[in-house]
């Protein structure tokens, strides 16, 4: 499922159509996650953040609140592992075998009784719960993982004033700079150059808009005109790690080419981990949107009618991450979320 000072998602009200907060905003644009020891502030994230030049100009002038030497760079401080232990997130099977094996199949039975496998949200928005197979969330997570501790890996964005937040980011095949708005081929703070996709995560997106457009023609046929999602071929990829505190404030996705915005090509987001809350609507109100669970392994799609739509993450929940994946990969409590957009 793009990218500062603004009410709490609480409180957060209908605003003009744009990517940039209401005139009304007061706090920071990165809606992310809460600063830690820090008064409350958070980022907006993988799915774009809130213009911040835009914002300024629209708070008379105020400036950014990111360093302009460093938006929020950790520079010297020791590479962020998502994995609890050392290492590559290496498979460590703490439990039996025949044990995980009954977990899966629980969760298999549950998952074919109760949920859809296709879920039809909106013109344009397809759920597709559970996407994401076993072995696919692993490999996954060991390739972010191991990205993640390297050149262009993972940092935490902050404020002038050095408050850090607790949610991490890294960028994959273009960078994407929430000083600007902008996607450039190097970090600027640290000149790092974003590692290349993995070819799995292009695979998994095809076979997920794939999927999703035999869903909407057989749902065409009940139905009048055929509904289908423009092909992508990604070239970015924005990967956070939010801790259980992390939130993203109602924005939209608008910091892409002129040519792939009117084509309304879709954005394509994986889940892992715990649970998160997601919120979208017509409009940034919080009392207006639309809300769904996306649980692991869940591949989330809006493009077509729905590219511009506002979106957002309202909470993480806690100890809701499968515990398979925590006793296979050692991810942290929280959830990674991988979101992918052709330029």
């Known amino acids: 499922m793009n990218h500062v000072r603004e009410k709490s998602l609480e409180h957060q009200k209908a605003g003009p159509s744009s990517s940039s907060p209401s005139v009304s905003s007061n706090k920071s644009p990165l809606q992310m996650a809460a600063p830690v020891a820090q008064p409350q502030k958070s980022l907006d994230s993988p799915l774009h953040i809130p213009r911040p030049v835009q914002l300024s100009e629209s708070l008379n002038s105020r400036s950014s609140p990111f360093s302009s030497v460093s938006a929020g760079s950790d520079s010297g401080a020791a590479p962020f592992d998502i994995c609890i232990k050392d290492g590559n997130c290496s498979i460590k099977l703490n439990r039996s075998l025949l044990e995980l094996n009954r977990e899966k199949r629980r969760e298999r039975e549950q998952f074919s009784k109760e949920v ?31 990205l993640g501790v390297g050149p262009g890996g993972f940092y935490t964005p902050g404020y002038r004033d050095g408050a850090k937040l607790s949610l991490r980011m890294m960028c994959l095949g273009k960078n994407w700079d929430p000083n600007s708005s902008s996607y450039g081929d190097t970090r600027p703070f640290d000149g790092a150059q974003p590692p ?146 052709q330029y």
């Open 116 to 146: 859809a496998p296709l879920q039809y949200l909106r013109p344009g928005m397809v759920l597709l719960k559970k996407f994401l197979k076993h072995d696919d969330q692993v490999a996954i997570i060991k390739s972010c993982q191991t």
């Open 196 to 341: 290349s996709i993995p070819e799995l995560f292009r695979k998994i997106v095809k076979d997920a808009i794939q999927a999703s457009n035999e869903f909407l023609k057989q749902k065409a046929r009940t139905a009048s005109g055929v509904e289908e999602l423009p092909p992508l071929s990604p070239d970015i990829c924005i990967v956070n790690f939010y801790t259980t505190g992390g939130k993203l404030g109602l924005h939209q996705d608008k910091d892409e080419t002129k040519a792939s915005l009117l084509k309304q090509l879709p954005v394509v987001s994986f889940s892992l981990g715990d649970t998160a809350e997601f919120l979208y609507g017509d409009v940034r109100d919080v009392d207006k949107a639309s809300k769904v669970d996306l649980e692991s392994g869940d591949v989330l799609i809006f493009g077509g009618k729905s590219r511009d739509i506002f979106h957002g993450v309202s909470t993480i929940k806690p100890k809701t991450a499968p515990n398979w994946l925590a006793d296979e990969t050692k991810l942290r409590p929280g959830r990674l979320n991988l979101t992918f957009r």
